[in-house]
């Protein structure tokens, strides 16, 4: 079963645009990650934000942390047609397993 | 390119046969992993190796087996294959275990059952 679902599960946008993706858990964590899979292809890792952090920045990303709300949010600044993708949360629940959520597909339109 | 390798990248065979995929981890990781992709499923976890010894089990079929050999390269086993195991396996591995460690994915193989 899934530990998180992400919202929305398909969002389209122009280039230039933001993109916000949300994603909640259910249980508690030590870590959350995002992750960016082209289609049909491997995942790659994004950002790691630590359960005692609330928000952390990476290149054009920022990934926001309420561990009280269980729930994280991507934000894409900027996007261009080349973030096109699914963008996965992915939590530990305290354990060595990662959970990977049902992701959200991203189109950016040039 | 991640430096985890996976094979085969495709794989066709028919309803009861049995395959094995393989994994090599990146140099030096001693956790692998292993996941089902499916349109309705999700990612799913299946299983995980650290070191040789299995570490976490998630949603592995009866079906299914993994080992980790000793040079860390691990292979998973399907067995009595149906046609809604036709999916996306995909390995990774990482550096340690415990949770927080950042997981490299490899390009997966795409199994359908015919």
């Known amino acids: 079963s899934q530990q998180g679902e992400e919202d929305p599960q398909a969002l389209s946008i122009q280039e230039g645009e933001n993109a916000t993706m949300n994603c909640s858990y259910k249980t508690s964590i030590n870590n959350l990650q995002w992750y960016r899979q082209n289609s049909g292809r491997g995942l790659v890792h994004l950002i790691l934000?630590?359960?005692?952090?609330r928000e952390k920045h990476s290149g054009r990303l920022r990934v926001t942390l309420d561990t009280s709300k269980k729930s994280s949010s991507l934000l894409i600044t900027a996007s261009r047609a080349a973030d096109t993708a699914s963008y996965f949360c992915?939590?530990?629940?305290?354990?060595?397993?990662?959970?990977f959520g049902t992701g959200t597909r991203l189109q950016v339109f040039p | 390119d991640s430096g985890v390798t996976q094979t085969p990248k495709h794989l066709i065979t028919a309803t009861g046969q049995r395959v094995t995929l393989r994994c090599s981890p990146r140099s030096g990781d001693l956790s692998v992993y292993w996941y089902q992709q499916s349109l309705d499923q999700g990612l799913q976890f299946l299983i995980q190796y650290y070191n040789g010894e299995e570490r976490a089990k998630g949603n592995i079929l009866e079906r299914f087996s993994a080992q980790q050999f000793p040079d860390l390269h691990s292979e998973l086993n399907l067995s009595s294959l149906e046609l809604g195991d036709s999916a996306l396996y995909f390995c990774a591995s990482s550096a340690g275990s415990g949770p927080g460690k950042e997981a490299f994915f490899g390009q997966g193989t795409r199994l359908t059952v015919v």
């Open positions: 992915a939590t530990d629940a305290n354990t060595d397993k990662l959970i």
């Open positions: 934000i630590r359960s005692n952090e």
